[in-house]
C-alpha cells in the first residue's frame, strides 16, 4: 500500500465519544470501585487517597476517555480504511477495502437517544472486529458504509441497492414461547442471590435459622398441620417457577425485540434489540456450521433454535473486553421446526440437503460403555450422601440408578446419530436436549481420531470434526463410541473434497 503512505486521517469521532468512554471503563472498574469506597467508608484508618480515591480514579478515568476522542482519526484513502488511534503510543492501521467483510452497529439506549453507533469492522480473517469505533453519529455510518463497499466493488456503483427478503421475523407470541423455553430468568435470579449474599444480605448461619424458628411465622405454619404446610410448601414453589418465568419471557423480549433475519445479496442480515439495538452481516461464506438445538420445551412448543459459526469466531472476546462478540451468532432463537429446513438452507446454500440422510448408528457396545459409566458416576455421587442421611436407604437409592443408567443409554444411543453426505457430514446427539450440527466438507479445517484405553479395548475410537469457527463452547464435532474402523473410514472420506462423492 504505497500509496496511502502519506495518507493522513481527518475525520473525527463524534463529539459526545468521551461519554461512552467512560461509561464502558467505568462498567468494566464498578466492583472495584465499589470495593474502594466500601473500604474507606468502613476503614478507620484510610489509605494515602482517603475519601478521594474513588473520585481521582473516575476524573483520570474521564480525562482519558476525552483525550481518545480528541486524538482518535479515522479516513478513506485510495485504497483502504486508515484509523489511528493511541495516547502516547500510536497506531495507525491500514485496512484494504477489499478485505472488509461486515461493518455492523450496536446501539444501546443511550446510543439511541443520542443518535450515534458503535461501529465494527470486520475483515475475512474473522475474529475480533479489524476496528472498533466508538461512536458516530448515523449519517458517517453509513457514508462509511457507502464509501467502504463502492471501493471494494466500483462496477457495482451504478446497481441499485439489492432488496431485503425476509427469512424470518418474530413477533411477541414467539419470543414469549422464546422466554418460557430458555428460562434465562434463572441466571438473572442466581446472580442476584449471588450479589446480594456477597453484600451480607444472605448470610446462612445458626443464629439465623434459631430467628427464623422461633419468629411468630414459625410457630403459625407449624399449627397449621401437615398437610396445610406441604400445600403452602407447592404454593411457593409454583410461585417462583412462574416468577423465573415470567423473568425470562420479559429478558427474551428486551434482547430479541423485533428480531428480523434478512436475506441480502446472498447474505444474512441479523437486527433485534429493544434497549440495545445490534444489527449484523452473516456472510455465507463465513459460515462453518450450522447448529439446531431442540430441548423438551421446544419439542412441546413444536419449535427449534438455530445459530452458526463464523469463520474466526473461535479467536474472539480474548484478551478484548468487548463481551458483545461472545454472544451466539443466532440464525433464529426460536422458530417453527418445520421451517428449520429453510432457513439452514440459507445459511448453507452450498449444500443439497432435500434429500434425507444415510444416517449411521454407533458401535455395537457403545450401550452397554454408556450404561456402565452413567451408572458409575450415579453410584459416585449418590452413594455417600445417601449413606450419610439415609443408612440403610442408600441400597434403594443406589439400585434405583441402574434402571435410570439404562434408560439414559438406550435413548442416546436410539437418538445419535451421523452421516457423511456428498456436500457435508452430519451428527445429531442426545435425547433430552437434542442438537443437529452441519458442517460442509469444504469448511473441515482439521481431523483427529482420538482413542482412550478403555477405547481400545471395546475396538472404539472417537472423532472430532474442527472448523475455522469452532470454539471452546461449540467444540466442533465429537463423534464418540465409532467403531475404530468406521472412525478410520469418515475421516480418510472427509479429507476428500465436498466435490468427491463418499
Not at 485504497?79 to 446501539?107: C, K, Q, S
Not at 414461547?177 to 450479589?195: E, K, Q, S, T, W
Amino acid at each position: 500500500m504505497a500509496s496511502d503512505g502519506n495518507f493522513q486521517p481527518t475525520l473525527r469521532l463524534h463529539s459526545l465519544s468521551w461519554v461512552f468512554g467512560l461509561s464502558n471503563a467505568i462498567k468494566q472498574m464498578v466492583l472495584p470501585l465499589i470495593a474502594l469506597l466500601f473500604f474507606n467508608v468502613r476503614d478507620d484508618t484510610p489509605g494515602p487517597f482517603g475519601p478521594w480515591i474513588v473520585p481521582a480514579i473516575v476524573a483520570f478515568v474521564a480525562i482519558r476517555a476525552v483525550w481518545v476522542q480528541l486524538t482518535f482519526r479515522y479516513g478513506f484513502s485510495p485504497t483502504g480504511l486508515v484509523v489511528r488511534e493511541g495516547m502516547i503510543f500510536l497506531n495507525t492501521r491500514y485496512i484494504e477495502y477489499a478485505r472488509i467483510e461486515n461493518i455492523d452497529t450496536e446501539r444501546r439506549l443511550l446510543h439511541r437517544l443520542l443518535g450515534v453507533a458503535e461501529v465494527r469492522v470486520q475483515t475475512s480473517t474473522g475474529g475480533k472486529p479489524e476496528a472498533l469505533i466508538s461512536v458516530l453519529d448515523l449519517a458517517a455510518v453509513q457514508d462509511m458504509r457507502d464509501r467502504v463497499f463502492s471501493e471494494a466493488r466500483p462496477a457495482e456503483q451504478t446497481v441499485a441497492a439489492p432488496a431485503e427478503d425476509t427469512l424470518l421475523h418474530l413477533g411477541i407470541g414467539e419470543l414469549v414461547r422464546h422466554g418460557l423455553i430458555d428460562n434465562r430468568g434463572m441466571i438473572l435470579v442466581a446472580a442476584a442471590f449471588g450479589v446480594l449474599h456477597e453484600a451480607g444480605v444472605f448470610v446462612i448461619n445458626e443464629e439465623l435459622f434459631d430467628r427464623v424458628l422461633h419468629s411468630p411465622s414459625a410457630a403459625g405454619l407449624a399449627a397449621l398441620g401437615l398437610v396445610m404446610q406441604i400445600g403452602l410448601g407447592i404454593l411457593t414453589i409454583l410461585g417462583a417457577i412462574v416468577a423465573v418465568r415470567i423473568l425470562s419471557v420479559i429478558l427474551a423480549i428486551v434482547t430479541f425485540y423485533d428480531f428480523r433475519l434478512t436475506h441480502v445479496a446472498g447474505d444474512l442480515r441479523v437486527r433485534y434489540g429493544l434497549f440495545t439495538r445490534v444489527a449484523l452481516t452473516l456472510r455465507t461464506r463465513r459460515i462453518q456450521a450450522v447448529h439446531q438445538n431442540e430441548s423438551l420445551l421446544h419439542r412441546w412448543f413444536k419449535r427449534v433454535s438455530l445459530n452458526v459459526d463464523l469463520a474466526g469466531d473461535s479467536g474472539v472476546g480474548e484478551g478484548s473486553g468487548d463481551s458483545s462478540r461472545n454472544k451466539t451468532r443466532w440464525l433464529a432463537p426460536v422458530c417453527p421446526a418445520d421451517a428449520a429446513p429453510e432457513l439452514i438452507a440459507a445459511a448453507l446454500p452450498m449444500l443439497d440437503l432435500s434429500a434425507e440422510p444415510n444416517w449411521q448408528p454407533l458401535a455395537p457396545g457403545a450401550r452397554g460403555r454408556i450404561f456402565r459409566k452413567a451408572l458409575l458416576w450415579s453410584v459416585l455421587i449418590l452413594t455417600a450422601p445417601a449413606i450419610w442421611y439415609l443408612h440403610a436407604g442408600a441400597i434403594v437409592i443406589v439400585l434405583g440408578c441402574i434402571p435410570l443408567a439404562w434408560m439414559h443409554a438406550h435413548l442416546y444411543v436410539k437418538n445419535t446419530r451421523w452421516a457423511l453426505a456428498r456436500d457435508a457430514v452430519l451428527f445429531r446427539c442426545g435425547w433430552l436436549n437434542r442438537r443437529l450440527s452441519i458442517v460442509p466438507r469444504n469448511r473441515v479445517q482439521t481431523l483427529s481420531i482420538e482413542a482412550t484405553p478403555f477405547d481400545r479395548r471395546s475396538r472404539m475410537a472417537s472423532i472430532y470434526v474442527d472448523t475455522a469457527g469452532a470454539s471452546a463452547m461449540t467444540a466442533g464435532i465429537r463423534i464418540r463410541y465409532l467403531g475404530a474402523d468406521v472412525a478410520q473410514r469418515l475421516a480418510a472420506a472427509l479429507y476428500r473434497t465436498a466435490g468427491v462423492t463418499a
